[in-house]
């Protein structure tokens, strides 16, 4: 159920804590100064069945990718295009894994920083020739598990939830549009942070301005759970993870006092944690 879905779920989901922000004193995202032209929200998963797409207007390499329901990453590396993954009008861009035979058509591909205003039509020789990308067919084996299998996803009302931490909720969730996304706790630097349900980390960093150190454990396809301003991460990125797990310790990275800034969302969509977790306990 994971691989890459993996990436355009976490893609996701960090453009929406993004617009979403923390609802805290300190400077929000810069929520007027994203891009506001077309996003993976304009257009349909699987929609591009061919093996290539000329580059439209507006297009960026993600939902090229995300239409094509392929990792960005794959299609990066299939046609030869570094980081930060730039792209011109009428590129040809393939969106399958590239043959022996069809390496060295890839690797003529004209590339943006290569190319100059005088010739634009003719492309640069790319210095390091591609090599054949192996189709990925599985993913990284947890560490945690004492097997090596990872465990099934359970059905969203099988999942098993408890409480991340039993520090004194101090702000409930809201659904006022500037209201919090989540239930923010107060405790002590150091104290532990639990996995509120059985899955695997999708994202474990501190590239998300607001959020601090975050968490974002997926449990399915429907619900995911982020865990905001630790002091330090505990798991890493493709680790499964089990309830009740410590993943991290509670602390005041990105915020004005220690604290746990706790997420439940389904489908992309905040909900509030008190209708998932334990009654009577909080």
């Known amino acids: 159920m994971f691989g890459r879905v993996d990436f355009y779920l976490v893609f996701t989901l960090l453009m929406a804590l993004v617009l979403s922000g923390c609802a805290q004193p300190t400077e929000p995202a810069p929520v007027t100064r994203l891009y506001k032209g077309k ?17 439209e207007q507006g297009d960026t390499l993600y939902s090229i990718a995300f239409r094509a329901n392929v990792d960005v990453r794959d299609v990066a590396k299939w046609n030869q295009i ?6 011109v009008p009428g590129q040809k861009i393939s969106l399958q894994a590239p ?7 890839i690797a003529s591909q ?19 020739q591609a090599q054949p990308a192996r189709a990925v067919t599985s993913v990284s084996k947890p560490a945690v598990l004492s097997s090596n299998r990872e465990p099934a996803l359970p059905a969203s009302k099988d999942i098993r939830w408890q409480w991340p931490t039993p520090a004194k909720v101090t702000r409930e969730f809201s659904t006022a549009e500037a209201g919090n996304k989540g239930i923010d706790f107060a405790g ?10 059985s899955g695997k980390v ?16 997926k449990h399915n396809d429907d619900y995911i759970t982020a865990y905001a301003h630790n002091q330090k991460l505990l798991v890493k990125e493709q680790q499964w993870v089990n309830k009740g797990e410590e993943i991290a310790t509670m602390g005041d990275t990105d ?3 220690v604290k746990l800034h706790f997420q439940v969302r389904f489908r992309g969509k905040s909900v509030n944690p008190r209708h998932y977790l334990p009654r009577g306990t909080q």
């Open 39 to 55: 996003s993976i929200h304009d257009f349909e998963r699987a929609s591009l069945a061919s093996p290539q797409y000329e580059v």
């Open 82 to 87: 570094p980081a930060p993954y730039i792209i």
């Open 99 to 105: 043959t022996p035979a069809r390496t060295q058509s």
């Open 110 to 128: 004209p590339k943006k920083e290569y190319v100059d205003k005088q010739n634009k039509s003719k492309a640069v020789t790319v210095k390091q």
């Open 188 to 197: 002590s630097e150091g104290d532990p942070v639990f996995a509120a349900a």
């Open 202 to 217: 999708v994202y474990a960093g501190n590239a998300l301005k607001g959020y601090g150190q975050l968490i974002i454990l």
């Open 255 to 257: 915020a004005e006092r």
